[in-house]
Nanobody, 123 residues
């Protein structure tokens, strides 16, 4: 499945952004979707994930209570609502599809990747 990530930008600390991950075809509905991020010089890490059915979801500890992942099956789109952003959230954010359908947090499980979208949080 082809994925298109969008919605990044420059925001001040405490601000919000909503990232979107749009899919090109119907297979999207059977995929779990993960959002990952990669800061300069660091590994790509999972931020949040959502099962094909919409539940369950996963969040890494550092974003719990601030980020919300959701999906709109009618629009073949997964969203990542990011509130109370912090400078340490600065990274390139990627969405990816896991054809297994359930939530898995290992990066090796994700087969299809969108291009990244830059999120920059200024202090």
């Amino acid at each position: 499945v082809q994925l298109q990530a969008s919605g990044g930008g420059l925001v001040q600390a405490g601000g919000s952004l909503r990232l979107s991950c749009a899919a090109s075809d119907y297979t999207f509905s059977s995929c779990a979707i993960g959002w990952f991020r990669q800061a300069p010089g660091k590994d790509r890490i999972i931020v949040a994930a959502i099962a094909s059915s919409g539940t369950p979801t996963y969040y890494r500890d550092s974003v719990k209570g601030r980020f919300t992942i959701s999906r709109d099956s009618a629009k073949n789109t997964v969203y990542l609502q990011m509130n109370n952003l912090k400078p340490e959230d600065t990274a390139v954010y990627y969405c990816a599809a896991d054809h297994y359908g359930g939530v898995r947090i290992g990066i090796v499980n994700y087969d299809d990747w969108g291009q990244g979208t830059q999120v920059t949080v200024s202090s």
